[in-house]
């Protein structure tokens, strides 16, 4: 199924113009495609994209308000709807932090580890799919030129460049 809608994507983007692509556009398009699989495959497990990325950060462990609201980029109350939903919906819980009356921790249920377990290996394996068109050793120079974006972006003074906080070993593509 995404291989076709790649095809066509690619085809449509191209269409106008049969010059070589840009890094600019090609991250562009690559961005779109990747944002694109990631939400048909949150729709198939019932899930916004947001609440799959909810999931995937949490199946990492407990994690507070605040750190949440840093991986989402938004303020604490922008993120309490988002936890409200999948809260009610028997996936993750809400617990007091010891020691900190204020504060809560976040943390997956048993069916909110199932959920994130499945959404996340469904997504692995649509973009290794994705990537399946590059030779090996071409996945292996992409994946280190994306590491070094990745990485150089963070050491930017201020966070000018660098993506929300990390979610290591997990497909979080916002």
């Known amino acids: 199924m995404y291989r076709s809608f790649v095809k066509d994507r690619m085809q449509a983007w191209n269409a106008a113009d049969d010059a070589p692509i840009d890094a600019a556009s090609g991250l562009i398009q690559l961005s779109g495609l990747v944002q694109y699989l990631y ?7 019932d899930l ?14 407990p994690r507070r308000m605040a750190e949440l609201a ?21 996936l993750a819980k809400r617990t007091p932090v010891h020691g900190d009356r204020r504060a809560l921790h976040v943390t997956l249920t048993e069916a909110g580890r199932r959920a994130a377990a499945a959404f996340h290996g469904e997504v692995t394996a649509e973009l290794d799919n994705l990537l399946s068109v590059l030779a090996p050793n071409d996945r292996e120079h992409f994946r280190r030129g994306m590491v070094a974006i990745i990485e150089g972006c963070r050491a930017q003074p201020s966070g000018a460049h660098a993506p929300p906080a990390p979610v290591e070993g997990r497909a979080s593509t916002s």
């Open 48 to 61: 916004t994209p947001a609440q799959a990325k909810l999931l995937c950060i949490l199946a990492d462990g």
């Open 39 to 45: 939400a048909r495959i949150s729709e198939r497990h």
């Open 70 to 90: 840093r991986c989402f980029g938004v303020e604490k109350a922008a993120l309490t709807g988002l936890v409200d939903r999948v809260e009610r919906r028997g």
